[in-house]
């Protein structure tokens, strides 16, 4: 499979962007979620749970003189519940939060779910001094209603029965519960000992008295001879304070001109308005201050209690910041540690490219990059090692040109040396001869600067042709002419064949590329010998071959007449007259003008050099 660096980029980018948002969305959804799990919890359910909350509180505030120390009670109901609880003094400063860490806690509910006042409890309505007096109207009236009325008698204060008890009390209280326990069951009543409210033993008995069955009823209602006195007494703190009530009470109902009774109902005084007309509310307002007033140094001052989520987590919070920030911690660590990863394989190929191209610099042409793979960075390494591999073949052409030139230059130049310094010698007479051969020498150099020039000028790409409209048979015939002085005197017959065929090319570079492809057939032919130059139509161009019957080219040489300095023969170099650049430079000359060369031969049969052009325009006129 091909893992293109793009990919792979793409996919780490991905993947990071990935955990990003991940990471995000987690921390969104989750105080998202707690925020609506708080939400509904503030809406739906909890009631029974906030219902225990509320009454293991209150029932805190009715034991304690002050709040101090609620702090235990607070946490455990959360730990326990599951909820954030929070109590605060009436005017809001914050007596204890479960939610409480470090000493910041989460914003308190905007409302609080309830006030708890200890000296006016829920019950109040049916406790208190007021309420022994309508109950024993309810007990009098013989109505149902009585058991709940009777609960509520004796728990006058603190909103349970037997508030302040203390443990010899409630041990007394025991053994007079099971006293009378045992006098109903002699009896054949099924009676037993249970845990008032409060933890105050008491005895219920059955009745089946109600037509919707057994009904439970407690025996505080029951005035019989299994009703010990003192069962269902109130504790001597609720009666000490129930007395300082009654003479608060007596006072505010005096001072206000009111008329009342005091009566007493199972040991707990209540007043009781005298008359229709001193029942109303400053009567009630009277009892209720006085009650309020005589509870005040015995239960903990009013609270307001507020219900929450468990924790609400928000982002702003200390603690929201801290696992904000931890989980962004987190993943730029993830992040990072891929990258690290990642990006060393990625790197490793470019940091051994680095280097190998260093070493070409350092003249190291053998450089090369191992590469495997095939992304971005394998074909760069694939690209590098096809560069190394032509600089390394053009140096070496480079090195072997200087040093073939340098030997083609040598020849002629020591030829020359050497008939000078013969003539100086007086060895050679300076005649017409001499300066014949001089000449000849000075020709051939002249002819190798020039090719030399050629092949320089197109290996720069500036061999400049100067195309224009011509009839290539025309070319054929005047090159054939050109040399026909030369194939007279090798006795070789030279002609040019062909119909007139017009391509727009550059004549005297045709011209000379014809040229050495003739001088050539001219050279390799023995006397008596032929020489066609034909010029055919092929396809949308022309081909012009010039074929020889001469000596021919081995097999194994023809891959190479066109290179650079190549002699079939290196034996015959000099006495042929050839500098081994003809071909090359014919060959150029060819492809300048987008053609092709090519070349048959069979040793001792001749050879056929066939040029390809294609033609560009019609010959006019
Ligand atoms: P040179 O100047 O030596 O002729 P060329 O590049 O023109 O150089 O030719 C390269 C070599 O190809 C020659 O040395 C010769 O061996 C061979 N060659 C070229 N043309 C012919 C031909 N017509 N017949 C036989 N051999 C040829």
Known sequence: MRRSVLVRFLGLSLAVALGAVIATALIATYSTSEKLQGEMDANTGQLQVDGEIYSQLSRYASDHPSWSGVDKLVHDLAGKLGRRVAVTTDDGSVIADSARMLGAAPQLPSVPAATIDARNVAVSKLAGAMNVYSARKTIAAGEPGGFVATAALIAPYGGYPGWGMTEEETRQRDQLARQ??????????????????????????????????????????????????????????????????????????????????????????????????????????????ARVQAL????????????????????????????????????????????????????????????????????????????????????????????????????????????????????????????????????????????????????????????????????????RLHPAPRDLTELAQQVVAAHRPTADAADVTVTAVGEPSAATVDSARIRQALGNLVSNAIRYTPPGGTVVVGVRRVGDGYTVSVTDNGTGIAEEHLPYVFDRFYRAEHSRSRSTGGSGLGLAITKHLAEAHGGTIAVTSRLGSGSTFTIWLPAAATLSG
């Open 296 to 463: 005040t140094p015995y239960v903990a001052p009013p609270a307001k209690l507020y219900l929450g989520a468990k924790s609400t987590f928000n982002v702003f919070s200390g603690e929201g910041l801290l696992r904000t920030a931890a989980t962004a911690l987190g993943v730029l660590l993830i992040a990072a540690l891929v990258m690290i990863f990642a990006g060393r394989r990625l790197v490793r190929p470019i940091v051994a490219l680095t280097g190998a191209a260093q070493r070409m610099r350092n003249g190291d042409h053998a450089a090369r990059v191992p590469v495997s793979g095939k992304d971005e960075v394998a074909r760069l390494g694939h690209a590098f090692n096809d560069m190394a591999e032509s600089i390394q073949r053009h140096d070496f052409q480079r090195k072997a040109m200087v040093s073939d030139v340098a030997h083609e230059l040598r020849t002629p130049l020591a030829n020359i040396k050497g008939y000078l310094v013969a003539s100086e010698d007086g060895v050679v007479p300076l005649d017409s001869e001499l300066v014949t051969s001089l000449l000849e020498e000075t020709d051939l150099l002249e002819h190798l600067v020039a090719d030399l020039q050629d092949l320089a000028l197109a290996d720069a790409g500036m061999l």
């Open 180 to 289: 009378s326990m045992n006098c109903y069951n002699a009896k054949g009543k099924a009676a037993t000992v249970i845990q008032a409210g409060g933890g105050v033993p008491q005895v219920m008995i059955e009745s089946k008295e109600s037509l919707a069955g057994v009904q439970v009823k407690a025996s505080a209602l029951a005035k019989d001879e299994c009703t010990p006195p003192g069962l269902n007494a109130p504790s001597a703190k609720a009666k000490i304070v129930n007395d300082d009530e009654i003479r608060r009470a007596a006072g505010c109902l005096d001072a206000a001109g009111l008329t009342y009774n005091i009566n007493e109902f199972e040991g707990l005084k209540a007043v009781e308005p005298k008359t229709e007309g001193d029942a109303g509310e400053a009567f009630d307002n009277c009892a209720t201050q």
